[in-house]
Nanobody, 121 residues
Framework: QVQLLESGGGLVQAGGSLRLSCAASGRTFRPLAMAWFRQAPGKEREFVAAISWSNSSTYYADSVKGRFTISGDNAKNTVSLQMNSLKPDDTAVYYC??????????????WGQGTQVTVSS
């Protein structure tokens, strides 16, 4: 059974920073892509950032470029999201996702339970 466990959410003032972490577990699980999505109340789940180990690349939504940095360890099945210069619009539940293929759509096979990020103005 594959499980993704996120940590690191919380409340921060605008301009502040948070770091989210996600660890995937499963006896034979070896994802080639891990990503972060977020969902604000009343809105659809949206892509934030992804790392693809199949081509050693990272990807970002335009709204977070220059502020967020994704990193990961394929051998440990972990991914982190460093979020700087946070804005109130970044407030959402953040979800970790994993699969064999990178995509910006929420079509990943495996998801974490989500962690709340709240940015106050």
């Amino acid at each position: 059974q594959v499980q993704l466990l996120e940590s690191g959410g919380g409340l921060v003032q605008a301009g502040g920073s948070l770091r989210l972490s996600c660890a995937a577990s499963g006896r034979t699980f070896r994802p080639l892509a891990m990503a972060w999505f977020r969902q604000a109340p009343g809105k659809e789940r949206e892509f934030v950032a992804a790392i693809s180990w199949s081509n050693s690349s990272t990807y970002y939504a335009d709204s977070v470029k220059g502020r967020f940095t994704i990193s990961g360890d394929n051998a440990k099945n972990t991914v982190s999201l460093q979020m700087n210069s946070l804005k109130p619009d970044d407030t959402a539940v953040y979800y970790c996702a994993a699969d064999a293929v990178y995509t910006t759509t929420p079509g990943y096979d495996y998801w974490g339970q989500g962690t709340q990020v709240t940015v106050s103005s």
